[in-house]
């Protein structure tokens, strides 16, 4: 069964701009281990929001998922991984967070 994820990015780092000029683009420097353990679940053609933090805080773009985990190149400890992710498409209107946890699908969201 297709999963959907919420996946979060600072735009001056990696923007719904950049994502979306690369045909795939691996999801790394993630160092959070609940992140780690979500991303371990993610599996090929599930989708996600790629959603804007610190600036803007709203969901941008629709993501999928074209390569399951893999050791994160960027982790000299071994212990995070990432996966390769591609943009679908835009948003029509840009969704803030505040008002995506409004909606009755995300209030179960741990996020």
Not at 6 to 19: I, N
Request: hydrophobic fraction near 30%; charged fraction near 25%.
């Amino acid at each position: 069964m297709k999963q959907y994820w919420l996946l979060k990015s600072e735009p001056y780092k990696w923007s719904w701009q950049q994502q979306k000029s690369v045909k795939s683009e691996p999801w790394d420097g993630v160092r959070n281990y609940q992140a780690r353990n979500f991303m371990k679940s993610m599996k090929v053609g599930d989708e996600g929001f790629f959603y804007h933090s610190n600036e803007g805080k709203e969901i941008v773009g629709i993501i999928q998922v074209v390569k399951t985990h893999y050791p994160d190149p960027t982790d000299p400890s071994g212990k995070f991984v990432c996966v390769d992710v591609a943009a679908q498409k835009d948003m029509p209107k840009p969704v803030t967070l505040q008002k995506s946890k409004k909606q009755r699908p995300f209030k179960i969201w741990p996020c």
